[in-house]
């Protein structure tokens, strides 16, 4: 990041998200009681840290997090949780031994005044990590792609699905579409503007020249349009995801889930997680067996 930020001298913001196994407890993330007052040997351009509140429900401290602290420092970045849309540092990973804030976001201090959205979502049946959802205002405006197009139909305006699927039948079409003039004139357009330390702006621009040549190009050959109230689909030929045993403990974890919801004791909280590793052991067990099953048919085919 640091080699990144003096190569586009500093003219770029970072973001860092996922599970970083890092508690940071009430650490401060920024240096404390930073200035530049009465420090000669600092540079001219030095700026300041700023004291900045962050909430927080988990007060452990490990060792992952006072790395991150360390970098967070070390960068200039901030923590967004426990800051940003007033969110209260809720608690990302729920299981069996507690409950613990380990699903970061990792920002560039300059950034913060950017969420439009942010929050942490409840506890899930797929995974002991809850969803972190959040929005980020921006300042331009956004194209939209030609992966769907609006077409009328009896008086009314729907949407359409659109895909690309490769053909090597039009190969040909499609390098002499590329070689052709016009393209290759475009490209050269795109080369230039990225040729003399090109800007943030130019960039932008470049990748949506870069897609608008592209689509150009593979369209007429490649793109396919659907649409999605003609396309039937046959849920009865699906394999089943699991059975009624699965279906019972299903509702058991929702009954436990809305439980602990209401009410995040502990106990309620051992409770909505043995449920849904009850839940998930029945789901396993069930495709186990379907994979057997399946796998003695093609035995038995082979057999004969």
């Keep these: 990041m640091i080699d990144i930020q003096e190569h586009v001298d500093a003219n770029c913001n970072f973001m860092l998200v996922g599970d970083l196994n890092s508690r940071c407890g009430n650490l401060a993330d920024h240096v404390v009681d930073d200035a530049d007052a009465h420090i000669p040997t600092l540079p001219d351009d030095y700026v300041p840290d700023i004291g900045l509140l962050r909430a927080t429900q988990d007060t452990v401290i490990n060792n992952n997090g006072r790395r991150l602290i360390d970098f967070c420092k070390e960068t200039g970045t901030r923590i967004a949780n426990g800051r940003a849309c007033g969110d209260s ?22 950034l913060l005044n950017y969420f439009y959205t942010f929050s942490v979502m409840e506890p899930n049946i797929l995974s002991d990590h809850c ?29 359409t699905i659109s895909s690309f699927k490769w053909n090597k039948e039009y190969i040909d079409n ?105 839940f998930k052991k029945a789901v396993r067990a069930f495709k186990f067996q379907e994979s057997q099953e399946t796998t003695n048919k093609i035995v038995m085919c082979q057999s004969k």
Excluded: W
């Design 89 to 110: 540092g809720t608690c990302t990973y729920v299981g069996s031994g507690g409950s613990s804030l380990v699903d970061l976001v990792v920002i560039n201090e300059y």
């Design 174 to 278: 499609y390098t002499s579409n590329l070689e052709s003039p016009e393209i290759i004139l475009k490209f050269q357009d795109l080369s230039e503007l990225l040729s003399d330390d090109p800007s943030t702006n130019d960039i932008d621009d470049s990748v949506l020249g870069l897609n608008e040549i592209f689509d150009t190009v593979c369209s007429p050959l490649f793109k396919k349009t659907y649409d999605p109230s003609k396309i039937q689909t046959h849920a009865s030929n699906k394999p089943a995801v699991y059975d009624d045993t699965c279906e019972s403990y299903k509702h058991i974890f929702l009954d436990k889930l809305n439980i602990y919801r209401l009410d995040k004791t502990d106990e309620n909280r051992q409770n909505m997680v043995l449920a849904r590793s009850l």
């Design 131 to 159: 969803v972190l959802h959040f929005s980020i205002k921006s300042n331009h405006n956004v194209t939209s792609t030609t992966s769907s197009d609006t077409y009328i139909s009896h008086g009314k305006s729907d949407k």
